[in-house]
């Protein structure tokens, strides 16, 4: 009979019960005072291993995964390390360097908080039963931390680092000791912030980051793109010593800085940045440690029936939003604008809208190239938002459903649905029209394009008002990335693709007066644009809904098949 293998989870379970028997042997009474005589630094660095060796048996497509992504690490890593040496020598490699070990501090800062199940040891609560001290526990699991394939990249490219930069005896000294100091404190860096917000990464709040991660790091992308182009069209790596000078006084970047100093013979510089590294360093481990005792010292708020009374909420219809109407409009309001903060794919998908709706006009303005017009790009991603109404909510619909008995029931329900996308894309529009203004200089541009931008949205909110009665599909729950349920593509695709033909045909006769007032050179005209914007995206919404809302009613039976599929 074969032995089964043993999980990741049963292997922690066993290194730690290991840990405590080491503590309590030979008779020692199991106490603290006992396990803190016991190092246990190694038993965490083998807990550290056993995890990595028996999460690669029995699956041969994680270990293809994981030796990939060590593969992929190392030549990344070989070619930067080569790039940096080569450096050597360069007048500007001081900055460049600081600036590298400031952005791996960065990315050692927030991308555990983004994958945080990806690494069992990054929750130090499995460990709060055991009679274990804070202190001994911070060096264990610092240890720890130092195996893996992050640990190694950062590892070669500080190595890299310090190579492009060091020189004479008294660089090589201080790059002996910067490589251990930026490693350890980016490391130290990561576990801290991890273990003061370990309660928000187990929860379901810390599980929407790891769905937003991907957005932001698709943006980070982007402007890491921009700012490299920006650099080389503008004259090379000189423009880079500005930031390089204020950087090399940030540590964990300050024991990069102490290379570059020491090796250019400023050595009461030098000094001065090892002394900023080390004590940032002691600073970071004392608030690691604090964190620690707190977490394994206070129990978790969910364990704890009523811990403390709270304060009633607001039943009323507004529910707390005071804006909002004390009616039936002003509750399904507030129900749609809690879902945008707490579904995790209403979320998701309002978040793209509002990053990429800035994004787009404000690069384009940076680079000269844009428009204050471009600022309707806003408007149109929020206003896609309107579509599918009934299909985000999933099965709850049955329970809006029962409140939807005539037409006038239909329509307060869409115009609350309106009214909650509006109160978010209205003030984001004229936000980021006035931001691409002022990129662009083109104040008098300005009313023109926030005019057709809100005629734009106004024309959105009645084609998806009549989108989501005419043409509803699921939204499925079980996967992050799956936004149609199967057999509603096509479905999908004819309500966003019609609907957005339609909301241009809606809103042609502003944007042919638009195009009128820029071909015959009369800007001075275009403010005409403000007012008629919100008059006609005011009459549009309405005109949709009020057609929209006879149409929900009729269909309410083929509305609720059609989104409960997934």
């Known amino acids: 009979m074969s032995t089964p293998t043993p999980t990741p989870a049963a292997t922690s379970a066993q290194a730690q019960a290991a840990a405590f028997g080491s503590a309590t042997s030979a008779g020692a009474p199991a106490s603290a005072s006992a396990a803190a005589s016991v190092n246990i630094t190694p038993i965490f660095v083998r807990l550290k291993l056993s995890l990595l060796r028996n999460g690669l048996k029995g699956s041969t497509m994680r270990k293809a995964a994981y030796f990939g992504a060590l593969a992929f690490a190392l030549v990344i890593a070989f070619f930067a390390t080569l790039g940096l040496t080569v450096l050597r020598g360069n007048e500007h490699a001081g900055a460049v360097v600081v600036l590298l070990a400031a952005l791996m501090a960065l990315c050692w800062t927030f991308v555990p908080l983004f994958f945080a ?92 980051l790891a769905l937003l991660s991907g957005l932001l790091i698709a943006i980070g992308a982007q402007v890491a793109n921009f700012a490299a182009q920006r650099l080389f069209q503008t004259g090379g790596l000189d423009k880079l010593e500005p930031a390089g000078a204020v950087v090399r006084w940030l540590p964990p970047a300050t024991a990069v800085g102490m290379v570059d100093s020491a090796s250019e013979g400023s050595y009461g510089i030098a000094a001065a940045q090892l002394l900023i590294t080390v004590a940032a360093l002691g600073l970071l481990l004392w608030f690691w440690e604090r964190s620690l005792t707190k977490l394994m010292v206070t129990p978790d708020g969910s364990t704890i029936a009523a811990a403390k009374e709270k304060k009633p909420a607001n039943r009323a219809t507004g529910g707390g939003w005071s804006i909002l109407p004390d009616d039936r409009t ?55 938002q309107m579509y599918n109404q009934f299909g985000q909510d999933t099965s709850a619909f049955w329970m809006v459903a029962q409140t939807i008995s005539n037409t006038r029931d239909a329509y307060v ?17 004229v936000v980021v029209a006035a931001v691409t203004a002022g990129l662009l200089g083109d104040w008098a541009g300005l009313p023109g394009a926030l005019g057709l931008a809100l005629a734009l949205l106004g024309s959105m909110l009645c084609t998806g008002a009549l989108a989501s009665a005419h043409l509803p599909y699921s939204i499925p729950t079980d996967g992050a990335f799956k936004s149609v349920a199967p057999g509603q593509g096509a479905l999908a695709w004819a309500a966003l693709l019609g609907g957005m033909l339609a909301s241009a045909l809606v809103s042609s006769p502003m944007i042919a007066l638009a195009i009128y007032f820029s071909a015959t050179d009369q800007k001075s005209l275009a403010w005409i644009l403000l007012p008629l914007g919100v008059a006609w995206g005011t009459l549009a919404t309405w005109t949709g809904l009020r057609l929209a809302a006879p149409t929900v009613v009729r269909k309410l039976p083929e509305i609720l098949l059609a989104v409960s599929k997934g």
């Open 117 to 208: 199940t990806g690494d069992e040891t990054l929750d130090p609560t499995r460990l709060v039963m055991l009679p274990l001290r804070p202190r001994p526990l911070v060096r264990a699991m610092l240890a720890a931390s130092l195996v893996g394939i992050g640990p190694l990249f950062t590892l070669c490219l500080a190595v890299g680092s310090v190579i492009a930069v060091a020189r004479g005896a008294a660089g090589a000294v201080a790059a002996v000791l910067a490589v251990p100091l930026l490693l350890v404190g980016c490391v130290a860096l990561a576990r801290a912030v991890a273990t003061a917000n370990v309660r928000l990464l187990t929860s379901r709040k810390g599980r929407d």
């Open 413 to 429: 329900e869409l115009r609350a649905r309106a009214l909650a996308l509006a109160l978010v894309t209205v003030p984001f529009t």
């Open 330 to 384: 002003g509750a399904a309001a507030q129900r749609v604008l809690r879902y945008m903060v707490r579904d995790p794919k209403t979320k998701a998908a309002w978040v793209s809208a509002l990053a990429l709706g800035l994004i787009i006009p404000v690069v384009n303005a940076v680079q000269g190239s844009g428009s204050v017009y471009l600022a309707c790009f806003a408007s149109g991603m929020l206003g896609l």
